[in-house]
C-alpha cells in the first residue's frame, strides 16, 4: 500500500492548486476515497470524498471551491483548488476508508495560502 500527495506550494489568496494522489493497494471501485487536511492546531479533518460509485462529498469549508475527481485506470485521485483561502493552508492527504480504519496515512503534501 501506497498513498503519495503532490501537488501543494504557497499560492495567493485567490487562487488555485491540484493536487494529485497516486494510490497503490487500493481499488477505487470498491474503496471509499477521501482528500483530508490537517494544521498544526486542528483535528484532521476530510474535506472531499468519493465513494466507489462516484458520489462525492464536500465540507461546508470548501463546497463550490473544491472537486474532487480520479482516474482509475491510472489509480490517480485528484483534488481541484480554487478561489484558495488563507485557511486551507495545511497539510494534505490522500486515503481510503479501509486503510484509515487500520491506521495508515500516507505522505502529504503542505498548501500555503498566502494573505
Known amino acids: 500500500v501506497q498513498l503519495q500527495a503532490s501537488g501543494g506550494g504557497l499560492v495567493q489568496t485567490g487562487g488555485s492548486l491540484r493536487l494529485s494522489c497516486a494510490a497503490s493497494?487500493?481499488?477505487?471501485?470498491?474503496?471509499?476515497m477521501g482528500w483530508y487536511r490537517q494544521d498544526s492546531e486542528k483535528p484532521r479533518e476530510l474535506v472531499a470524498a468519493?465513494?466507489?460509485?462516484?458520489?462525492?462529498a464536500y465540507s461546508n469549508s470548501v463546497k463550490g471551491r473544491f472537486t474532487i475527481s480520479r482516474v482509475n485506470d491510472k489509480n490517480m485521485l485528484y483534488l481541484e483548488m480554487t478561489n484558495l483561502k488563507p485557511e486551507d493552508t495545511a497539510a494534505y492527504y490522500c486515503?481510503?476508508?479501509?486503510?484509515?480504519?487500520?491506521?495508515?496515512w500516507g505522505e502529504g503534501t503542505l498548501v500555503t495560502v498566502s494573505s
Open positions: 486515503n481510503a476508508d479501509r486503510l484509515i480504519a487500520r491506521g495508515y
Open positions: 493497494g487500493v481499488n477505487f471501485s470498491i474503496d471509499n
Open positions: 468519493m465513494a466507489p460509485s462516484g458520489q462525492t
